[in-house]
């Protein structure tokens, strides 16, 4: 017996359904019979299922989730994470990459623009949800695994996106830039601590930043440096649970590098006048800052992150309190 979703041609529909399908030998060959989960104790799990297939952010501070169903959908998580990262309404939606618009708001003010790497595909809903009713125009621009403020140069590829980055949001000339990506080259060695202001990928990040600056005509929001654990996490996490061992998040802690992008995020914020840094790597930190981050919830036991470490429903509720904050201080300053 096997859980299939539904086929590509489907995945942008508002409703889909979990499919139970099994074979049946006959001389006219395999016949495969649908059977919706919808019934009984498993009416719950389709409505959590229905929420991430929605693109709904899910409060697992307040879900009512059992061991099997949490199994589960992390099970579907793991096989749907690249088509979550195709926003549904931001259109064209084919992709999750390239350029996109959100619907047009005629009581909107400003225009707001997401730029990044897979990240921003991964978060962009997330930031349309909480600030798109003061945008007018919002769109978003990812590419993958390329960084805007700094570039892979042993990539040859990013050396031209770095620069379609740059161009995209001259093209938009948004009031409002959010930038949205997963740290690599940020992540890197810092090569002197206690002088990182020498450092050398601080002063590219800088530097370029200083172009944002100017093409944002109010302010620059950038994600800060989030810790990721093993590729694959989810996967293995859930294998584990599903033999009921004993799992902690520190054994799927893949390094410490995380750290180096914090120290440079914090120290971009305070070079830049015109730029907040949000502490998007704080929520994972429960028990003590930038030490043992935490990867899954421990009451659902659902994981933050799918196996290409992008984050899932869980990981992204879990950032929602960093932005309703930084919304608070965008209304005061700018409403």
């Not at 579907?76 to 064209?92: F, G, H, Q, V």
């Not at 730029?275 to 994981?303: M, R, S, W």
């Amino acid at each position: 017996m096997v859980f299939e979703t539904g086929k590509t041609a489907n995945r942008y529909s508002n409703r889909h359904f979990i499919w139970i399908s099994f074979g049946v030998s006959c001389k006219f060959g395999l016949i495969f019979i649908k059977i919706s989960i919808n019934r009984g104790n498993s009416e719950h799990l389709e409505s959590l299922l229905e929420q991430t297939q929605n693109h709904t952010i899910i409060d697992h501070d307040s879900v009512n989730i059992s061991r099997e169903e949490a199994i589960k959908l992390n099970r579907y998580w793991a096989k749907s994470e690249y088509n979550m990262l195709i926003i549904p309404n931001c259109y064209p939606n084919k992709t999750e990459h390239g350029f996109c618009s959100f619907p047009y708001n005629e009581k909107g003010k400003y225009r707001i623009m997401v730029l990044g790497n897979s990240y921003g595909a991964n978060m962009g809903e997330l930031f349309y949800e909480t600030f798109g009713r003061y945008a007018k125009n919002m769109s978003k621009f990812t590419h993958s695994y390329c960084e805007v403020l700094v570039v892979d140069k042993k990539n040859k590829a990013c050396l031209k996106v770095w620069d379609t980055y740059l161009e995209q949001a001259a093209n938009f000339k948004p009031d409002f830039l959010f930038i949205v990506a997963r740290s690599f080259v940020m992540n890197e060695p810092i090569e002197d601590p206690i002088k990182i202001l020498d450092d050398q990928i601080l002063k590219e990040a800088v530097q370029r930043l200083k172009k944002y600056e100017e093409l944002a005509k109010y302010h620059v929001f950038i994600v800060g440096t989030i810790p990721t654990p093993i590729d694959y996490f989810l996967t293995k996490y859930t294998d584990k649970i599903d033999k009921k061992q004993n799992v902690t998040s520190s054994e799927f802690i893949k390094d410490k590098s995380y750290l180096n992008g914090i120290k440079r995020n914090l120290e971009l914020g305070k070079l830049c006048p015109k730029c907040t840094i949000l502490p998007f790597g704080n929520p994972f930190f429960a028990i003590k800052p930038y030490e043992n981050p935490q990867f899954f919830d421990p009451k659902t036991l659902l994981g933050y992150f799918f196996d290409g470490t992008h984050l899932t429903p869980a990981g992204q509720q879990l950032l929602k309190p960093v932005l309703e904050k930084q919304l608070r201080d965008f209304e005061k300053d700018y409403l």
